[in-house]
């Protein structure tokens, strides 16, 4: 409990303290290298914004691209099963083919006449009701044999179909990847340009400005009476989540990564409900679409909560008002205000 009141009394102190120490006067990204530029000069708030937009876009891309290569690793997983498959039934059907072919030979050594026929014609009645049953057994099994060669063969036209159909299905998450890739490459690139125009104290004066946004919004949001109670219990589960994103601390973001040494937002929260023994959805999209929903006031330590309103970001909730999240590039798993940026909903994966 007491760890949890530090926490959330580290974050309030260092977003206060940024809200103090703003000067009053505004400032503006660097001037035009020269008087025929003709683009316009930004307050350094336009600017802040214009980052997080491409930061949020590329974000939102990242899960697009995750969702992508998840869905890759499945459809080859499948494949390569389907593959398996497809050989056992080729083995299958060549050993009953060759058992159709001993039936075959068998009945050629007997001059071609049925059982029946050559049980009739041995003249010994006995013999005839001896073999009656065995007679019967024989065109039973050969009747299952080819019973089994004709399913063998269904099931292997359907491996076939669904092997080719999963291949077509690769392809396109393939290309899928690719222009996520791109575009959360595109976007990260834009957002460091930015940045890196604007002066040391500018970019100093930036940094300061994200974190007076955030204050803004987590005070507004503890205002609002939505989290009823601030000091809710964490099921075991939970708290083992919780102390494997916490000790996640200080690492870096990294699209796209799961650790052990650097994470995407997703990236944290899946693998700490795994370590927790809950597996959940990669992405932050999947978590909010498949995970169970809660109310914020219900809210408690290791539920998920989501945000922005493409489901684009996620954050482990730690109670106390606070979150633990992998924000973006440029920046390290830290801990958050969990009203800082606009709540879409929150989820709990052991509910």
Request: hydrophobic fraction near 40%; charged fraction near 25%; charge should be positive.
């Amino acid at each position: 409990m007491y760890r949890r009141h530090c926490a959330a009394a580290a974050i309030t102190l260092v977003c206060a303290m940024a809200v103090l120490a703003s000067p009053v006067q505004a400032f503006a990204a660097p001037a035009p290298p020269s008087p025929a530029a003709d683009r316009p000069v930004k307050s350094l708030e336009e600017v802040r914004q214009e980052i997080d937009g491409l930061y949020r876009a590329a974000g939102s891309a990242t899960d697009a691209y995750n969702l992508a290569e998840e869905k890759t690793k499945k459809q080859s997983g499948e494949i390569v099963k389907l593959a398996q498959a497809i050989v056992e039934g080729q083995a299958k059907i060549a050993e009953l083919k060759s058992r159709a072919g001993a039936q075959a030979r068998e009945e050629y050594r007997n001059a071609g006449l049925p059982p029946g026929a050559r049980l009739m014609l041995s003249g010994d009645p006995q013999l005839f009701l001896d073999g009656i049953g065995r007679a019967q057994q024989g065109q039973k099994a050969a009747k299952g044999l080819l019973g089994e060669l004709n399913r063998t063969q269904e099931d292997l036209q359907t491996y076939t179909q669904d092997a080719s159909t999963n291949w077509t299905k690769l392809e396109a998450n393939r290309v899928k990847q690719a222009k996520a890739k791109k575009k959360i490459n595109e976007q990260i690139a834009a957002a460091k340009k930015l940045e890196s125009q604007l002066e040391k104290k500018e970019r100093a004066r930036l940094l300061q400005l994200e974190q007076e946004a955030e204050y803004k919004s987590q005070s507004a949001w503890l205002s609002s009476g939505a989290l009823k109670e601030i000091n809710r219990g964490a099921s075991a589960s939970g708290k083992k989540a919780v102390a494997f994103a916490t000790a996640k601390i200080g690492l870096p973001y990294e699209w796209g990564a799961v650790g052990p040494k650097s994470y995407d937002c997703s990236g944290l929260t899946s693998q700490a409900w795994a370590s927790a023994g809950r597996p959940i959805p990669r992405t932050s999209q999947e978590q909010w679409r498949l995970l169970p929903h809660i109310a914020i006031k219900d809210m408690r330590p290791g539920d998920l909560i989501i945000y922005h309103s493409d489901a684009s970001h996620v954050g482990m909730y730690i109670g106390d008002g606070a979150i633990v999240h992998a924000p973006r590039p440029g920046r390290d798993v830290t801990l958050a205000g969990a009203g800082s940026m606009q709540i879409l909903g929150v989820v709990r994966p052991d509910s």
